[in-house]
C-alpha cells in the first residue's frame, strides 16, 4: 500500500514536470486535449485495476482472482498507481491554470474553493469506499471521470 502511495506521487510529479515545468510539451497541446489524455490514463487505471483485484477487495482481505487474472499482480498494481496520478496531475495542472489566468487579481478565494470541493468529495469516498465493492467503487468513478471531462469542455469554451 506504501509503495502504491509513493508511485501515485510519482506519477503526479512527473506529470507535473511534463505539463508545467517542461512548456514545450504542454504547449503544443490545447487545455481539453490534456484533460482528455488524463481522463483515458485513468479508464485504463480503471480497467487494469478491474482486471487485477477481487470486487471483495475494498471490503475485506483477499487474494480472490480479479476478471482477468487468477491472482493480483503486484506489479501491475504499481503501474496502475502511476496512472492515476498522471492522469490527476493531467487534471490538476490544467484546473489550476484556468483558475490562476480566470482570478488573476484575487485567486486564493478561487483555489481555495475548489481544494475545499476536492477535500468534500475526498471526504465521501473514503467512508463509502470501506463499504461498497471494487466494482461499484470504479463503477462510480468512471462516471464522475466522464462527467469532470464534459465539464471540463464546457467551462474552456466558455473562456
Known amino acids: 500500500m506504501g509503495v502504491n502511495g509513493v508511485t501515485i506521487g510519482a506519477g503526479e510529479i512527473i506529470g507535473g514536470l511534463l505539463l508545467n515545468i ?8 490545447k487545455r481539453i486535449q490534456i484533460v482528455t489524455f488524463g481522463a483515458a ?15 471483495d477487495a475494498p471490503l475485506k482481505t483477499t487474494l480472490d482472482s480479479g476478471a482477468f487474472f487468477d491472482t493480483p499482480i503486484y506489479s ?19 484546473i489550476y491554470g484556468i483558475l490562476g489566468t480566470k482570478y488573476k487579481e484575487d485567486s486564493a478565494p478561487a483555489f481555495a474553493i475548489f481544494k475545499s470541493f476536492q477535500s468534500i468529495f475526498a471526504a ?17 468513478i468512471f462516471v464522475l471521470n466522464l462527467v469532470s471531462v464534459f465539464n471540463f469542455t464546457l467551462l474552456s469554451k466558455r473562456l
Request: net charge neutral.
Open 76 to 94: 501491475l498494481s504499481v503501474v496502475s498507481a502511476f496512472l492515476l496520478g498522471l492522469g490527476d496531475a493531467c487534471f490538476n495542472t490544467q
Open 22 to 29: 517542461i512548456p514545450s510539451i504542454a504547449s503544443k497541446f
Open 124 to 140: 465521501i469516498s473514503f467512508f463509502y469506499s470501506g463499504y461498497l465493492n471494487l466494482t461499484i467503487q470504479l463503477g462510480i
Open 41 to 55: 490514463i485513468h479508464i485504463i487505471a480503471f480497467v487494469l485495476i478491474y482486471g487485477n483485484f477481487s470486487p
